[in-house]
């Protein structure tokens, strides 16, 4: 037994040491090798690089629609056009920025992912990790039908995309009832505290990325200034405006579903509450939801979603490129393809996706300009032209970074 | 049936139950409270959830290859490990080791390798995904057969020995028959673990490496009931089929072993 | 020869990712390492150390892991006493193995399904008539973890049938409860004094392995579990995955707890059962 632990302690300390130097080489960053992107003179040298290539896309797929559209449409699409043999894997915000991150601190040259699909708070840790190729958008052919200055566009969580990201989608932020049991749905906060006091345990607010966006939402109502979140974090501002925010939440806590003693993970459970007649109201990024969901047959077709009018959050969804891609080109080439009308047409379709598209429509060859009009109108989800005018910038990230840890310590934990 | 008496017939109901639950599930568009039953019953969710996952026979092919794989080589290895160990004097403290590799939060061994699978360039390959699975795996094995080294089981190898006969000889006389079932245990629970692993398929491997549990996972968790409900069915059925031929396979070797 | 270098290769095995993983989560979590380092720091250690979470968390998780094994082991046991030979046939036997094909995730899905408010189970108690809404069935995410607890008995307790069947048999119980009888012991004498810590010691350790797989439970504690305090595999996991990058050196200082938890808890429960065997 003692033979047994001697030679244990050998071997671990021998291990230690070999791990720790190890180490301490990894975390010399002068050893980093600082990857250097490929640069493209010309599309036609993008083609002749990305042509007849497999290209890694790592995706959100908890989505059988978007999951179709990607595995019917896209994936044959760009095999017949350009030969290139799209894997499509699994994987998310966090688990993309951990992988990219890990792959940078093991001193990988070659990531595994090529491609992924982020919206701004992926896009901000990929910039603070610097592990982003590009820029490239402007080389895209089909960026030139996309409004880069369009703050709802070309900007990401208030930061400039720089061509580090391609807009892929836009969407708005909506809350969605059930028009057979509420009549009229409460326009502001004021309203909502009163359709609480009458009718309590029929609203609540899921801790995740949809319900933080409604409570950057009810900052900028509570400020009475649509621009009041716009710019850099400030920390005066957020102080001051989330004291009234955990106020009002606190005080109308007792009337929320389960007395406000616990909230919703995910935005599925949020629907299934809904679904149950458990609670009024649910919500989402996404303003075609509606129209997707009654599709799928979840939502009653008695559903209906809307924005209050002090305005809810509009924002895109991205593409990126990893910097250490080894096959940038043929990323490209995806990348392109997805934000050619073509796409993002067939995108737009409430019956395949509904997802807004990111593309000037004036600025489209007729052809196209007249199949926009003609898709498929939504039926259910509010039309963009009438909640456009509500729509607010996504704050900086910072908000959200505060929003998700103060939920927990002053309402949750309260 | 009709021989079980009312509680083993409870238990069978309840054992059951969720496969039954699933499919109902899954088969429905509205189940709401208050209703025990589901209004109608409709193929609808199933043909939405295969429209979109079309590859679902390859990966399904996929994860059984792997998943067979594992459950091979960890059988094998771990049960030699186990014979090995089992003539050792601090016999105990050997087993003990095998517990280590279950000292760590699951959610967080996969990320805490994925950096040494990244420095050997292994990650996001399927070699990676297996390597990683049988550091789980092996030493699991390696605890449940080793209980299965007895006194007895030690007498009859040195018989064999007594009798002339080689240390190869008497594993493959004497040994390996009477070990089938815990043989076949050992594959059952490794091959389990592989096919419903999500943490290293989807860190160490980078999600490259397609199993059902990978391409569903998101499905169970984030899209709506009835689709979840397909999902769990099509990961589920698979390996309750493969659970049951073992199981069955493991009673024929008692009993032939008995006779 | 081979065995030595098969016993050189189980070391390897058995030690060297452990203590991989745990050098690459100590280093990070003191800030030597990590994309975002910025040199040597206690200050991850000082707030999750600091914080009112960690002790809650911790002492709520092992509760519910030894509370669900006890629970489990005893209600096996006791399926075992009065229906021993119906687990003997062949249809109850490969039912019971149903449950083990399920996953966690899968498992906790149909709990939730089930027990939620408003789930299959309140509708079945509103027809009777024991409730009057859905709401007045609040059994998953909250206060006391009946939904948690639910869905881990039910994983556990078909293995734990299983278990004890096997040694029920192995050990031939039967035939000693008949000696018990013979010699004028009642039935109960028999079953407290003779199967019972025969099964009992013979279960032991892979109850240990069982409550350290419970320990870590991941996918039922975030579908079914409370918000606070959070279950350790979901602190953990949480810290991990937000959007604060900042939060990834305190998952580590926090799987490093973990795991010097398990491995003191693993060393103490061997040298009791090697004690005891002694």
Known sequence: MEKLKNRLLKYCSIFFVLCSFLFVKCSDQSNVKTIQPKVYKSWAAVE??????????????????????????????????????????????????????????????????????????????????????????????????????????????????????????????????????????????????????????????????????????????????????????????????????????????????????????????????????????????????????????????????????????????????????????????????????????????????????????????????????????????????????????????????????????????? | MKSLKLGGIVILILCVFPLLYLTVLSLTTEWIFPELLPRALTGFHWNFFLAGNQSILMTLLNGVLLSSLVGIISMITGFWLSYVISFQSNRRSWINLAYLPYSFAPVIYAFLLQFYFLKAGISGTWSGVFLAQLLITVPFVVILCAHHWTTEMKHLMECVYSMGGSECYAFSKVVLPMSRPVLLLSFAQSFLFSWFDFGFVSVIGVGKTKTLMLLLYQYIQEANPYIAACSALVIILPAAIFLIINSKLISRMNVLTQD | MFSKFSLYFYLILCLFPITAGFIYAFLYSLGLIGAMNTGFTLNHWKDVLGSKELLSSFALTILISVMVVLASWWMAVTILRYYAKELTKTILKNGLLIPLTLPMLIGAFIVMQIFRSGGLFASLLYKIGLISSAQSLEWVNDYWHIGLGICLILFTLPYFIILVLQKYDKHKIPELLEINTSMGGTKSIGWYRIAMPILWIETKLSMLLYGIFLFGTYEAALLLGRQNPRLVSVLIAQKLRKFDLQTIPQAYVLSIIYTLLIVVFIYLFSRKSYHEVS
């Open chain 1, 48 to 414: 002749s690089g990305g042509k007849n290539s497999s290209v890694q896309m790592m995706m959100w797929q908890g989505d059988p629609l978007i999951n179709a559209y990607m595995q019917n449409f896209v994936i044959p699409r760009v095999k017949e056009l350009y030969g290139i043999d799209l894997k499509i894997n699994p994987g998310q915000g966090t688990e993309i920025v951990k992988q990219l991150m890990t792959e940078k601190e093991a001193n990988v040259s070659k990531s595994s992912i090529d491609l992924a699909w982020i919206n701004g708070e992926t896009f901000f840790q990929l910039k603070q990790l610097n592990t982003m190729f590009g820029p490239f958008v402007e080389l895209l052919p089909n960026s030139q039908y996309i409004d880069l200055d369009n703050p709802f566009i070309g900007t990401d969580f208030q930061q400039k995309t720089d061509g580090y990201e391609c807009p892929w989608g836009n969407v708005q932020y909506c809350t969605i009832y059930d028009s057979l049991r509420t009549a009229v749905p409460p326009q502001d906060l004021a309203e909502l505290s009163h359709y609480l006091k009458l009718h309590p345990g029929k609203f609540t607010i899921p801790y995740e990325f949809t319900g933080m966006t409604m409570l950057k939402s009810w900052m900028v109502a509570l400020s009475e200034d649509k621009n009041f979140l716009n710019g850099p974090f400030d920390e005066d501002k957020y102080n001051n405006i989330s004291n009234k925010l955990w106020n009002y939440i606190n005080e109308n806590k007792q009337n929320f579903w389960r007395n406000g003693k616990t909230f919703p993970e995910n935005l599925s459970q949020l629907h299934q509450l809904f679904i149950n007649h458990e609670i009024d109201f649910t919500m989402s990024n996404n303003d075609c939801e509606v129209d997707n969901k009654i599709i799928q047959k979840l939502f009653p077709p008695s559903t209906r979603a809307y924005v209050m009018k002090f305005g809810s959050i509009q924002n895109s969804h991205y593409l990126g490129i990893a910097a250490g891609s080894a096959n940038t080109a043929g990323a490209m080439m995806v990348i392109n393809f997805l934000i050619s009308p073509e796409a993002q047409l067939k995108k737009y379709n409430p019956e395949m996706w509904g997802d807004g598209t990111i593309l000037t429509i004036d600025k489209l060859p007729m052809e196209w300009r007249n199949q926009f009009a003609n898709v498929t109108s939504r039926k259910y989800s509010p039309k963009r032209v009438k909640i456009e005018a509500l729509a607010l910038q996504e704050p900086d990230p910072e908000y959200m970074i505060r929003l998700y840890r103060d939920f927990r310590t002053k309402v949750i934990e309260n």
